[in-house]
């Protein structure tokens, strides 16, 4: 079966759950998405082990998600095709895991402290080699990241900071790791808050991104700021196209982000939403007229 059509199977199993009003609370201005009908998503609870799922990747060969949680060293694989079923490989100790893609046969796992531990299956696909990369200055300055994706222009993996020692009062920075080499290097990824703070009718913003990824449709960078309760759509230089606000009741604790190679949106929710659970929320396109 054609991992397209798989996932269209599970939103005919899935509830489908409908909200009136999406206004977070948090923002002045409710800014409604354009792409998607984020008041609608179609929803596939989790078990207890994803209760703290802290970063998701979609895995198109086989309709499944990729995802981590925050403080236990595994991976976990949620299968569609087969009644959603979940398995998980042991790849560390405990740490504050944010973050997971898929680049070239590698899993590439972020630590809040920048860390990233590249995993490789062995041939037989039942264990995991694991390599971590340091990132640099931990001892000297205090730097926290959530949030990593692939940029194939550049040929790197772009972490953005959500809390950075050295950023500047309206701006958010990013570092990138080359794959190649596992070297740190500055990004030219940067983020200007006060576009933000504009769209939003405010001052200024303090945005504390906690996921990203790249949409395999238009090429913009998608962004999630689990504390400001936005979503955010830049290019992949930095520059805020769009910004949406999330309704808490729907988004309680927003932390990965994912798309299909046909444009379904897909968000993690960390447990202690409505439902008493962690949740994956699958968005469909919203039909172009």
Request: charged residues 25%; glycine residues 4%.
């Amino acid at each position: 079966m054609h991992p397209r059509n798989a996932l269209l199977l599970l939103f005919f199993f899935l509830k489908f759950h409908s909200y009136e009003g999406c206004t977070s609370a948090k923002n002045k201005v409710n800014l409604p998405c354009k792409e998607y009908d984020l008041s609608k998503p179609y929803i596939l609870k989790l078990g207890d082990a994803l209760t703290e799922i802290s970063g998701i990747y979609f895995y198109p060969k086989d309709s499944s998600v990729f995802a981590i949680s925050d403080e236990y060293g595994n991976l976990y694989k949620i299968k569609f095709n087969e009644n959603y079923l979940t398995e998980k490989w042991k790849f560390d100790k405990t740490h504050d895991f944010e973050d997971v893609l898929l680049h070239d046969g590698t899993f590439y796992v972020l630590e809040s402290n920048g860390n990233i531990d590249a995993l490789n299956f062995s041939a037989k696909g039942d264990t995991i080699f694991n390599r971590k990369s340091k990132f640099p200055g931990n001892d000297k300055k205090k730097n926290e990241f959530e949030s990593l994706y692939y940029d194939s222009d550049y040929n790197k993996i772009i972490m953005i900071c959500k809390d950075c020692e050295d950023d500047k009062k309206n701006t958010v920075s990013s570092w990138a790791f080359d794959p190649s080499n596992d070297h740190y290097i500055l990004s030219q990824f940067l983020i200007n808050t006060k576009t933000i703070a504009e769209k939003l009718g405010e001052e200024k913003i303090k945005l504390k991104p906690s996921a990203a990824t790249i949409n395999p449709v238009t090429k913009d960078v998608w962004i999630l700021a689990s504390t400001n309760q936005l979503l955010i759509v830049t290019d992949n230089k930095g520059n805020t196209k769009e910004v949406y606000t999330l309704d808490p009741v729907i988004f309680n604790q927003p932390e990965g982000i994912s798309f299909t190679p046909w444009g379904d949106l897909i968000i993690s929710n960390e447990a202690g939403d409505k439902y008493g659970t962690a949740s994956l929320l699958i968005f469909k396109p919203k039909k172009r007229v």
